[in-house]
């Protein structure tokens, strides 16, 4: 019933800064959006190859903090007040009131709303999801009033994807989770999402689930001498983008736009290749490029 990782929800206190930052990069954005009574606008970066793997980057603007301080939406002021971290992601999906029908069957409440943009236009229904603590990040859920490739058509036509910095589509994101076993359970029990993989680096063990064309990553410790034993759940403000071309040619173009970028290495997913943009350089999200090779 989730059909895909949506969006990327990234709090920010300057959205005109962020938004110079990825411009810079080389990522064409939107134009402002004010969301109509929910005391937030944003720019978003649209990154995909098609309709079924394209997602957006949302950089969120606090424009009334009374609104946005309180209720599900409070964790948006958290984040941008930390100078910007990515808060949440939300998930596409086809069958929104089917979902909110099971996530209640499993104890959980829903704060369903229509979105509108300034002019009254629907955007989305949304459902902001309390997940009861057994997740440390908000779940937002959405349906579009039209299908996938016709958004994808339509912000195609709109140059949504007419970028210069050569991200191909969302790879994966990842999450800390003590206790992996339940955190696995909540993710492919109640919500029904695959569970596709199993890595053990040296001092950890992942858990791959399948969203649509992402992957999102469950980052358990694997005894008491892990470097992630003992630190609490947590998003990880982090995004992997797979780069169209070769990673040293990505690398090279950042670093050219004035980047930190750290060296091209072997990534942990195997057959990989990684490097990385340090979060305080793009407005408190850190970006993989990743190769495969």
């Not at 955007?123 to 009033?145: E, H, K, M, S």
């Not at 994966?172 to 029904?192: C, K, M, R, S, Y």
């Not at 983008?241 to 970028?261: C, H, I, M, P």
């Amino acid at each position: 019933m989730l059909d895909r990782i949506d969006h990327l929800v990234l709090p920010v206190p300057d959205l005109a800064a962020a938004a110079a930052a990825y411009e810079r990069l080389g990522l064409t954005l939107t134009p402002l959006m004010e969301h109509q009574g929910m005391g937030t606008a944003n720019r978003a970066a649209f990154i995909g190859t098609g309709a079924p793997n394209f997602a957006y980057l949302e950089l969120l603007g606090i424009t009334d903090r009374a609104v946005v301080g309180v209720g599900s939406r409070a964790h948006y002021l958290e984040a941008a007040d930390r100078g910007g971290a990515l808060s949440s992601f939300a998930f596409g999906t086809r069958d929104i009131a089917g979902l909110v029908q099971r996530l209640a069957a499993a104890g959980m409440s829903t704060d369903l709303r229509e979105v509108q943009a300034s002019d009254g236009r629907k955007i989305a229904d949304t459902a902001v999801v309390d997940t009861a603590g057994a997740l440390p990040f908000t779940v937002t859920i959405l349906q579009y009033p039209e299908t996938w490739d016709a958004r994808y058509e339509r912000s195609l036509a709109a140059g949504r994807f007419a970028h210069t910095f050569p991200l191909k589509r969302l790879d994966h994101l990842a999450a800390v989770a003590p206790d992996i076993e339940a955190a696995t359970a909540f993710w492919n029990g109640t919500l029904g999402v695959p569970l596709v993989g199993e890595i053990r680096p040296p001092g950890m063990i992942i858990r791959q689930l399948q969203i649509g064309d992402a992957i999102f990553e469950l980052l358990g410790p694997d005894g008491p001498e892990s470097r992630l034993a003992g630190r609490p759940a947590s998003l990880a403000s982090m995004a992997a983008w797979q780069v169209s071309g070769r990673l040293d040619d990505a690398v090279s173009l950042a670093r050219e736009r004035g980047f930190t970028v750290s060296d091209p290495e072997p990534g942990v997913i195997p057959g990989t290749r990684r490097a990385s943009i340090p979060g305080d350089e793009l407005a408190g999200l850190g970006m993989q490029l990743l190769e495969y090779v």
